[in-house]
């Protein structure tokens, strides 16, 4: 017997929350609701999810800060709902490291067509996580011999650019704080500034001069991310 997959529902309105429960039960998910923030992160660390599905109007804490929390340790997949419809609330939530998003009032069948194409994503992305050789259009990273093939052209790339692009491109669409990255390339007791990471991230950029559905991207007041269109 197959262990159902898990499903953290994040909604302030109960009938919502409930309705969507009720389809992703029929599709043969476990699932859990939660109705303000900090409900959602104390469930995120309890109950272990697989997927959550996140709203962005919520009391005590909103969506946005509920989604930050989460990324600090964990790149489960996130679908950010939304009843307004409005860019600007789509863009933050997937710079903050959202999958996708939802916006209400939306159709069962597109809500559950998301979320299976959503784990199906990141369950292929995981099986690439456990690879040493990272895979994107015109693109191979492989830490067994620390090369950067572009385009079908080994690149040269000092050892602490290749860890962090690596670093990033292993974890694609989560957003890192220049500290994080900091403590994860260059260790804990590295006497510098973050100004390190900077000169870094530009030299990397400097290397791809295409236009590839991938990219080293900025999140401005936050950090860096891999972006994978």
Known sequence: MSVKQKILIV???????????????????????????????????????????LDIMLPVMDG??????????SSVPIIMLTAK?????????????ADDYIVKPFEPKE??????????????????ESSKILEFDNLEINMENYTVKYHGEILSFPPKEFELLYFLAKRPNQV???????????GYEYIGDTRTVDVHIK???EKFDRKDPWAVKTVWGVGYKFEVE
């Not at 419809?85 to 490291?97: F, N, P, Y």
């Not at 704080?177 to 994860?184: G, I, P, Y």
């Open 176 to 186: 890192f704080t220049r500290d994080q990255l900091l403590d994860k390339i260059w």
């Open 64 to 73: 946005y800060e509920v989604c930050k929390e989460v990324r600090k340790t």
């Open 203 to 205: 030299r990397i950029r």
């Open 111 to 128: 809500m559950t067509a998301r979320v299976k194409a959503v784990l199906r994503r990141f369950e292929t992305g995981r099986t690439k």
């Open 11 to 53: 909604d302030d309105d109960e009938h919502i929350s409930e309705l969507i429960s009720l389809y992703l039960i029929r599709e043969g998910y476990d699932t859990k609701e939660v109705h303000d923030g900090r409900s959602a992160v104390e469930a995120f660390l309890s109950y272990n999810p697989d997927l959550i599905m």
């Open 85 to 97: 419809g409005d860019t600007i609330d789509k863009v933050l939530g997937l710079e903050l490291g």
